[in-house]
């Protein structure tokens, strides 16, 4: 006796336990991928969005039997058409879905379906509502002290401040004028072939727009201290207590305890701790 072996039949699309997650990870990657909203053509939807169907059967994680009602997701749908609006009808003895050109075609026992698919569109008691929208609120600026995240004003970025508690705050972003910001933030914006940088190294020390790729006078090496100052100003050694800096001085001012201006060359102006003047080093 011979018995003809049937072909397997495919499951149906939803008797699986992993079906339903499967199904909305693929659709999540369809308007990742094809963009409802932004759709050229329909053309151009359908093909993008099969395409992805047709990898993710082929990497395993879509099975074969989901494949034809999310062919069906896609095909009856508003993507890639223009003005067209899915239309809801219900009644015995099922509820219909269809795609119209517009909604003046959705007409009577009818409701103009408020989401793209034919798949989302209509309940046996009408149309659904649209898509809620999830509002996630952001937390201050925090954490450390080796990562920082967080929200902060416009023109600020959440950073490192410091190494001890709060270690986390909001700085310049860089979008601001570099005149605008202070040490160790001198990341503000400046015309064409120049850049920002500091005019001192201490913490709060002005910043400038200087000439683009010279080290700025708050870089340079003590006690040569050639870097670059604006107009009107040179780089100086100065000394303030025991710690050695260069800052911009104004040629015109004298060396002082509160006084920041150049000594002869050779020299170094002591500050803010007497004796304070110019002096040997």
């Known amino acids: 006796m011979i018995v003809a072996s049937a072909a397997p039949l495919l499951a149906e699309c939803g008797a699986g336990p992993g079906d339903a997650a ?20 329909r053309r151009e939807y359908v093909r993008c969005a099969l395409g992805v169907i047709g990898a ?6 879509l099975g074969a039997e989901c494949v034809k009602p999310l062919r069906r997701c896609v095909l009856r749908s508003t993507c890639g058409r223009p003005d067209a609006v899915t239309c809801c ?13 517009d909604a003046s075609r959705c007409t009577g026992a009818r409701c103009v379906g408020q989401h793209a698919s034919c798949c989302d569109a209509c309940s046996a008691s009408g149309c659904l509502p649209p898509p809620t929208t999830t ?12 990562a920082c995240g967080g929200s902060c004003p416009s023109g600020a970025t959440c950073a490192p401040v410091a190494d001890f508690p709060p270690y986390c705050g909001c700085v310049p972003d860089g979008s601001q004028a570099c005149g605008s ?6 990341n503000g914006t400046c015309p064409p072939g120049e850049e920002c940088g500091p005019l001192a190294i201490y913490e709060g020390a002005p910043c400038a727009c200087l000439p683009a790729g010279q080290t700025s006078c708050g870089e340079a090496t003590y006690p040569t201290c050639g870097g670059a ?30 006084l920041a201006g150049a ?6 102006c002591q500050i803010l701790q007497a004796p304070c003047g110019c002096f040997t080093p």
Do not use: H, W, Y
Not at 181 to 186: I, K, L, M, R, S
């Open 89 to 101: 009808r219900v009644g015995a003895p099922r509820v219909r879905c269809a795609v119209k050109r």
């Open 22 to 41: 499967d199904m909305a990870a693929a659709r999540a990657d369809i308007e990742a991928a094809c963009s409802c909203a932004t759709a050229a053509s």
């Open 135 to 146: 509002t996630t609120t952001i937390p201050p600026c925090g954490g450390g002290p080796f």
């Open 263 to 268: 000594c002869p060359a050779g020299q170094t």
């Open 229 to 258: 100052c604006p107009a009107g100003s040179d780089c100086a050694p100065f000394q303030a207590g025991t710690f050695p800096l260069c800052m911009c001085a104004e040629p015109s001012l004298g060396c002082g305890c509160n």
């Open 56 to 61: 993710r059967v082929a990497g395993n994680v």
């Open 181 to 186: 910001a202070a040490q160790p933030f001198c």
